[in-house]
């Protein structure tokens, strides 16, 4: 029985496991949307999450420009980057969680990914999804104005 024992194992030993989700963490910052099995998008929002949220508890202090910020507030800032930086190995991808997407996601209480199923993999008919990040994904491409958005009011 398998009581009280959180995860799937995938078949992997679990330093395979742990490169698995952390290169997995990486391309979905990286990429915004990634496709996989469903069973390993279920188990990949575990890690993504937890690892967005650090980025979301020190939005304020990434608010203040680096000369105002006091040395307590700089330290909790390259803490946070270094919990982050555990599952995200790829210093462009700390970064870009830190300035570009954890400011899109700030008013968001969690749920910052969506899994979207796809279907079944013609080879061997393994269920496959789509991981995205919700506030990104669902920004209107182009110039940045809502749908529909007349273009006089401009």
């Not at 939005?59 to 800032?77: H, N, S």
């Not at 700030?106 to 796809?118: A, C, Q, S």
């Amino acid at each position: 029985m398998r009581h009280q024992k959180s995860g799937r194992k995938f078949g992997r030993n679990s330093s395979h496991r742990a490169a698995m989700f952390r290169n997995m963490v990486t391309s979905l910052i990286e990429h915004e949307r990634i496709t996989t099995t469903e069973a390993k998008a279920k188990e990949l929002r575990r890690f993504a999450e937890r690892t967005i949220t650090k980025s979301l508890r020190v939005g304020e202090i990434m608010d203040k420009a680096v000369e105002e910020r006091t040395p307590a507030e700089q330290a909790q800032l390259v803490h946070a980057m270094r919990m982050a930086g555990r599952m995200i190995r790829s210093r462009e991808m700390i970064h870009k969680l830190f300035e570009e997407l954890a400011p899109k996601l700030r008013g968001r209480n969690g749920g910052f990914t969506r899994v979207l199923k796809l279907g079944r993999r013609p080879g061997d008919g393994a269920p496959m999804a789509v991981v995205e990040l919700v506030g990104i994904a669902d920004q209107p491409a182009g110039d940045g104005r809502e749908p529909g958005a007349d273009a006089s009011a401009a």
